[in-house]
C-alpha cells in the first residue's frame, strides 16, 4: 500500500514556475513507477509526466516537453514535478500516481495508487 499526497500547487502568472511535490508512504515506494497527470475542469484526466522506480527513465506529453521535469528522490520517498513558462492552458488539478508495474503506461486505469491532487492555476 502506498499513500501519495501532493503539495506545491498555487496561483501563479503565466511564464512563471512552481515545483509540485509528492510525498508516499511506504517502504516499497523504490519498487513504483510513478507519474503526474491533470484534469482540468471539465476534461479528462490526462497523462503529464512518468518516471521510473530507479528514475533512471522519464517520459513526457508532448504538451509539456521541455517545460516539465520529474524526478524522484527514493531515500525521501519523493517525487517532484518542475513546472515551466507555464501557460494558461496548464490550469488544472495535478495528481501524482504510483504503478506497480515496469511496463510503461501513459493510462490513468493502469495506476494503482493516486493522491487527492493539488491546484494549479495559471492567470494571463
Known amino acids: 500500500q502506498v499513500q501519495l499526497v501532493e503539495s506545491g500547487g498555487g496561483l501563479v502568472q503565466a511564464g512563471g514556475s512552481l515545483r509540485l511535490s509528492c510525498a508516499a508512504s511506504?517502504?516499497?515506494?523504490?519498487?513504483?513507477?510513478m507519474g503526474w497527470f491533470r484534469q482540468a475542469p471539465g476534461k479528462e484526466r490526462e497523462f503529464v509526466a512518468r518516471i521510473s522506480s530507479s528514475g533512471g527513465l522519464t517520459y513526457y506529453a508532448d504538451v509539456v516537453k521541455g517545460r516539465f521535469t520529474i524526478s524522484r528522490d527514493n531515500a525521501k520517498n519523493m517525487v517532484y514535478l518542475q513546472i515551466s513558462s507555464l501557460k494558461s492552458e496548464d490550469t488544472a488539478v495535478y495528481y501524482c500516481?504510483?504503478?506497480?508495474?515496469?511496463?510503461?503506461?501513459?493510462?490513468?486505469?493502469?495506476?494503482?495508487?493516486w493522491g487527492q491532487g493539488t491546484q494549479v492555476t495559471v492567470s494571463s
Open positions: 500516481a504510483a504503478d506497480r508495474s515496469v511496463v510503461r503506461t501513459f493510462f490513468p486505469s493502469d495506476y494503482d495508487y
Open positions: 511506504g517502504r516499497t515506494f523504490s519498487m513504483y513507477a
